[in-house]
């Protein structure tokens, strides 16, 4: 057997959830802590997101990605936290036990007293769709295409069809417009966009991209290399309409079709997760079901801004740090549940007595609206809005006082606006 | 008179706004927005609109390309300009972030900076 390295907290990612996780552990005094990156530099995803737009709530500024990135390693760099790049966790248990190689220091064991999950989210990939065609070559996810121009200087393509218009996909139609490519469309599967208005007009109305809403690409062309993509009409039920044909001529489809948190890890250390987020079960402490594990950022639930990543991270951090001084509270803890209109709320559940705050996203567009949370028939705590949209993570506090108390399970549901 | 329609960008309402203007290209009316903001908005995207702009240069010596951002946004009608400036451009590691690498660009008076460090 190797040698098991006993470690006081171990941290899976060095993206800006694992990095926050870590700042916040030391900041709170654990010593004995490491960050295991895949890798070879920290900063994960930020690294090949270089438009601006991040850190707005953090720092009232429009950071880079790389720039919102090096915040945070100078601040790990500041306290000297131990950053393992190169290094790929192969597996963790029930009983803290991490196991990872690298070339550096080859297959290494750790005992952690604590582990926080940072393993961010992965993209949906062509598989998971079902599009019927060839298996040419020429069809990326978003995130793939933008790794190759931004972090590597290639360029996978000439003419562009963009599948799915979530804000990855917006990213990229304008990135590849600008790098000279031509985007003939944007097509969308539902009759909206999951993206944000700004990328909206900033990456597609700006370069005359089309946008084609309740579309969807129902044929792949292309023997070696793409050579075009049929586009149609989908009807209510999300079934393409005969005779709604568009056809297009482009050497690259890219797909940016959603997010899945990476819960390899997780599974195999027993941790609970849940279909409403494909993210661990948490409590408000964002302690997993398999005591010591905590799970922040995109591996707990996909973010749409990294502020409230690192937000949440620092909250993990800090609960990991108060379970290695033995200072996690303990007691009862309550359900928190989906109710109408909500998918996905986090935490799942909490120990009554302090202030926490539930995100969750609306399952459709309210407008003029209401979030509420109550328990037992009593209200616990209101969000108004004009808008709730599905694309936009809703984050509602309910403070201590309102919680004291509470037995029921909670529940979170949308309240339409009132008609006269 | 003529008339232009455009998404406001300030929240997820995206309110469809119809702008007004004269002969002269002042605004006259803005109608669609919910809020201020809105109106406001609506004014600087038909009379001046702006636009950060982001990309990535190779860099001599350096596998990965360097990424580089305009310090503040520029004129819209700029965009291609600025883009094809720093196709042209020819740089040597060591860079910091921050650092200009294309002053000036394009006329605006605003500066493209690196937002990475290389070497």
Same mark, same amino acid.
């Given at each position: 057997m190797d040698k098991i390295i006993q470690k006081d907290l171990v941290i899976i990612g060095g993206g800006p959830a694992g990095l926050a996780a870590g700042i916040a552990a030391r900041e709170a005094g654990v010593e004995d802590l490491v960050i295991l990156e895949r890798e070879h530099q920290a900063g994960g995803i930020l690294r090949q997101c270089i438009h601006n737009g991040f850190g707005l709530h953090r720092y009232g500024e429009e950071l880079t990605g790389p720039?919102?990135? %090096?915040?945070?390693?100078?601040?790990?760099?500041?306290?000297?936290?131990?950053?393992?790049?190169?290094?790929?966790?192969?597996?963790?248990?029930?009983?803290?036990?991490?196991?990872?190689?690298?070339? %550096?220091?080859?297959?290494?064991?750790?005992?952690?007293?604590?582990?926080?999950? %940072?393993?961010?989210?992965?993209?949906?990939?062509?598989?998971?769709?079902?599009?019927?065609?060839?298996?040419?070559?020429?069809?990326?996810?978003?995130?793939?295409?933008?790794? =190759?121009?931004?972090?590597?200087?290639?360029?996978?393509?000439?003419?562009?069809?963009?599948?799915?218009?979530?804000? @990855?996909?917006? @990213? +990229?139609?304008?990135?590849?417009?600008?790098?000279?490519?031509?985007?003939?469309?944007?097509?969308?599967?539902?009759? =909206?966009?999951?993206?944000?208005?700004?990328?909206?007009?900033?990456?597609?109305?700006?370069?005359?991209?089309?946008?084609?809403?309740?579309?969807?690409?129902?044929?792949?062309?292309?023997?070696?290399?793409?050579?075009?993509?049929?586009?149609?009409?989908?009807?209510?039920?999300?079934k393409p309409i005969p005779g709604t044909e568009i056809e297009f001529d482009c050497d690259t489809l890219l797909l940016s079709v959603g997010l899945i948190p990476e819960n390899e890890l997780s599974q195999r250390a027993g941790v609970a997760l849940t279909p409403a987020t494909s993210g661990a079960v948490v409590d408000d402490d964002l302690q997993t079901s398999v005591p010591g594990v905590f799970a922040c950022g995109n591996v707990l639930h996909v973010h749409d801004l990294v502020d409230f990543v690192s937000d949440e991270s620092f909250r993990a951090g800090r609960a990991a740090a108060a379970f290695l001084r033995g200072e996690t509270p303990t007691g009862e803890t309550v359900e928190v549940r989906d109710g109408e209109g909500v998918r996905g709320t986090v935490p799942q559940r909490l120990r009554p007595g302090r202030d926490v705050t539930l995100m969750f996203r609306p399952a459709a567009v309210y407008q003029n609206a209401s979030a509420v949370v109550e328990s037992d028939g009593v209200e616990l705590a209101r969000k108004r809005a004009l808008v709730f949209t599905p694309g936009e993570m809703v984050a509602l506090p309910v403070k201590a006082e309102k919680l004291a108390g509470v037995h029921a399970p909670i529940t979170v549901r949308m309240e339409a606006a009132k008609h006269d | 008179?003529?008339?232009?329609?455009?998404?406001?960008?300030?929240?997820? /309402? $995206?309110?469809? +706004?119809?702008?007004?203007?004269?002969?002269?290209?002042?605004?006259?009316?803005?109608?669609?927005?919910?809020?201020?903001? $809105?109106?406001?908005?609506?004014?600087?995207?038909?009379?001046?609109?702006?636009? /950060?702009?982001?990309?990535?240069?190779?860099?001599?010596?350096?596998?990965?390309?360097?990424?580089?951002?305009?310090?503040?946004?520029?004129?819209?009608?700029? @965009? =291609?300009?600025?883009?094809?400036?720093?196709?042209?451009?020819?740089?040597?590691?060591? @860079?910091?972030?921050?650092?200009?690498?294309?002053?000036?660009?394009?006329g605006t008076g605003i500066d493209v900076i690196a937002t990475r460090s290389v070497g």
């Open positions: 720039e919102y990135a %090096a915040r945070d390693i100078a601040r790990a760099e500041e306290l000297g936290l131990d950053i393992r790049c190169d290094t790929t966790v192969l597996s963790v248990d029930g009983d803290r036990r991490v196991t990872c190689v690298s070339k %550096a220091d080859g297959l290494t064991v750790y005992q952690a007293g604590a582990v926080v999950l %940072a393993m961010g989210c992965r993209e949906r990939p062509r598989g998971a769709l079902g599009t019927p065609g060839t298996r040419c070559a020429g069809i990326y996810t978003a995130g793939a295409a933008q790794k =190759f121009v931004n972090l590597e200087g290639l360029m996978p393509g000439k003419r562009v069809v963009i599948l799915g218009s979530g804000d @990855i996909g917006l @990213i +990229m139609a304008r990135r590849m417009t600008l790098q000279g490519a031509k985007v003939l469309a944007c097509v969308e599967l539902m009759p =909206f966009s999951s993206g944000l208005n700004r990328n909206i007009v900033q990456c597609l109305h700006d370069y005359d991209i089309p946008l084609y809403l309740s579309h969807t690409v129902t044929d792949i062309r292309g023997r070696e290399r793409l050579e075009g993509v049929t586009v149609m009409r989908v009807g209510p039920d999300r | 008179m003529t008339e232009r329609v455009i998404t406001c960008i300030n929240c997820p /309402m $995206g309110c469809r +706004m119809t702008v007004s203007l004269n002969d002269a290209g002042e605004v006259v009316s803005v109608t669609g927005n919910t809020c201020k903001r $809105g109106e406001k908005y609506a004014h600087q995207e038909v009379t001046a609109p702006v636009r /950060m702009v982001t990309a990535v240069v190779p860099v001599a010596g350096s596998v990965c390309p360097l990424s580089v951002k305009t310090r503040e946004p520029i004129p819209k009608g700029k @965009i =291609f300009d600025c883009m094809a400036a720093l196709r042209e451009l020819k740089l040597n590691a060591p @860079i910091r972030a921050g650092e200009t690498v294309l002053p000036d660009v394009c």
